[in-house]
């Protein structure tokens, strides 16, 4: 469906975006992941043939954007962080002349926009002035727009981006349902508010995609084995020898000192990077040490963490202090 | 076509759904109503002296009122994000830029008609011929048609309609000027500059119902030259 290859784009001098390369089946959803600033909105507008590449080529549906941006134009529905909506207009009207402006008879639009809004949940709303509506229905009116005309592919830019989270909720099944029919591109620089939605996730660091896999193969090729989290009843002037305890396990990467994770005289807590499960290790060790444990748990491997690691430069957990 | 059309449509009816339309073609048939009674009726003159000179002063309103409503055209949308709506539709750049344009020209032609008591007052009441008040109409209308034009060629080079208007006003005014400079220096620059004044040597035939096709070109050639600039800068942004 869209085939990327050493795309840039430069504003001026600078490059936003590039070189960066990916290819997107027909019918996938894909999840653009970045923090602010990563090129995630102007790779979108390349795609939707807002803005023409500087260099390198991308088509759709083996289209080039260059060559033929009218017609990748038709096979598009793009939403912009910002919706386009034109607020003196009513959502019916609205939604007639964006799906005329895409070359489609008006005649089809009257059939079209009731059945486009009763998808979407708009009909309550569906006569009423745009200046008029929350901010849930006009992200919703702006994905109505995008999707009217029918298009083969649909690009959401930030879609979730100032929902409460009960609209947060609707999005994502709206998401999910429009995957249903379409290629969907949603962006985000919030993990968890796609990572349910997407088959698959492009993470865009300084405008490269710097990982694309699902949500575990992502965790799995990028964080290694598994986090335990512990608290052991002991003195502060004990965690340098718990520690050479704990290391001294077969397996255990690193393993460290963290905040206490319960109230209390005399608790310490720790965490160990594995590469398999040795919680039953630990305990037969500490207890061997003399260092009661009082309480022990895996953590999964969180995508956030994978996400801050790729998007952000900075290692998961680094917030937490390490007694080395 | 068909689509510039739809784009003329939604801009004309933005125009009477907020207070921009309303309150500049109020505003000019103000000031034309005061200048009609100022420059025309309070002189004593001839009635087609005082057609003349109504037309003479209600260019300039057109010419400002032309600006006023074009300045929004492109600035407004590329404030609000509407803009990328329109950019990413299968539209090329010279629709969008036609349907902009139609409907300013269609505002011009309201306001237009809508200042046609005045010389239907002399008409009635003096000794005016239709020829003089249709050939003074057209000449207003290729003005208007032009400045619309510039108006919205400013408008495209900013996301702010203040910047759009000064940028526009510079514009006319600089054209305005011509034919001053065109006295202050020698030929054949001179006859070059006062055939491109915007105003003077182009309108006044025009204001006196001669209707030449010299001036007729000249005003269509502005507007499209200034319409094929708009279309420029629109295919260039979407290199930026």
């Known amino acids: ?324 | 076509m068909s689509r510039a059309v739809l784009i003329a449509r939604r801009e004309l009816s933005a125009y009477f759904r907020s207070p921009l339309g309303s309150v500049v073609i109020a505003s000019a048939l103000l000031l034309d109503g005061i200048l009609f009674y100022w420059r025309s009726l309070s002189q004593r003159l001839l009635s087609g002296e005082a057609l003349a000179e109504f037309f003479w002063w209600t260019s300039g309103v057109t010419i400002t009122a032309a600006l006023f409503l074009a300045m929004r055209l492109v600035a407004e949308e590329r404030q609000t994000g509407t803009f990328t709506l329109l950019n990413t539709a299968p539209l090329r750049e010279w629709e969008i830029i036609l349907g902009k344009y139609l409907s300013v020209f269609a505002m011009v032609l309201i306001l237009q008609l809508l200042s046609l008591y005045m010389p239907l007052l002399l008409l009635v009441n003096g000794k005016v011929s239709l020829g003089h008040i249709a050939v003074g109409y057209l000449g207003e209308v290729l003005l208007g048609g032009a400045a619309a034009a510039i108006g919205l060629f400013a408008s495209t080079l900013t996301r702010s309609q203040l910047v759009s208007i000064v940028v526009g006003a510079a514009i006319v005014v600089v054209m305005l000027v011509f034919w001053v400079l065109a006295q202050a220096i020698d030929p054949p620059l001179n006859k070059f500059l006062a055939a491109a004044a915007l105003h003077h040597a182009n309108f006044r035939p025009f204001q006196f119902g001669i209707l030449e096709l010299g001036a007729t070109a000249y005003y269509l050639s502005v507007a499209y030259l200034f319409l094929l600039g708009a279309v420029k800068i629109l295919e260039a942004r979407r290199w930026r």
């Not at chain 1, 102007?42 to 043939?49: G, I, K, P, Y």
Request: charged share 25%.
């Open chain 1, 1 to 324: 469906m869209i085939e990327i290859q050493e795309l840039c784009k430069y504003y001026g001098q600078r490059r936003a975006i590039g070189p960066l390369s990916a290819r997107i089946e027909k019918g996938e959803v894909i999840g653009l992941l970045g923090l602010n600033g990563a090129g995630k909105t102007t790779t979108l507008r390349v795609l939707a043939c807002d803005l023409l590449p500087s260099s390198g080529t991308v088509k759709v549906g083996g289209i080039d954007v260059v060559e033929r941006p009218e017609e990748v134009r038709r096979k598009i529905g793009y939403l912009s962080d910002r919706p386009p909506l034109y607020d003196e207009m009513r959502v019916r009207e609205y939604l007639q002349f964006a799906y005329e402006l895409r070359g489609k008879s008006s005649a089809d639009g009257k059939k079209r926009v009731p059945a486009v809004a009763e998808r979407l949940g708009l009909e309550r709303v569906i006569d009423d002035p745009v200046f008029s509506l929350s901010h849930g229905y006009r992200q919703r009116v702006g994905i109505a727009q995008a999707v009217v005309h029918e298009p083969e592919l649909v690009v959401l830019d930030e879609p979730i981006s100032g929902l409460d989270p009960v609209q947060i909720v609707e999005m994502r099944a709206l998401v999910r349902q429009l995957g249903e029919t379409h290629t969907v591109i949603v962006s985000s620089h919030i993990l968890s508010e796609i990572s349910e939605t997407c088959d698959r996730l492009l993470v865009l660091r300084d405008g490269v995609i710097v990982a694309s896999g699902t949500e575990e193969e992502l965790s799995q090729s990028l964080l290694e084995g598994i986090r335990i989290e512990l608290t052991v009843r002991a003195e502060s002037s004990d965690l340098a020898r718990i520690l050479g305890v704990l290391r001294a396990i077969p397996d255990v990467g690193s393993a460290g000192a963290i905040a206490a994770l319960e109230r209390g005289a005399r608790v310490q807590s720790f965490e160990i990077q594995a590469k398999r499960d040795v919680r039953e290790q630990v305990g037969v060790s500490l207890l061997q040490a003399g260092f009661p444990l009082l309480a022990m748990q895996r953590t999964e491997s969180e995508l956030e963490d994978v996400f801050l690691r790729l998007a952000g430069g900075t290692r998961p957990n680094a917030a937490k202090s390490e007694v080395s």
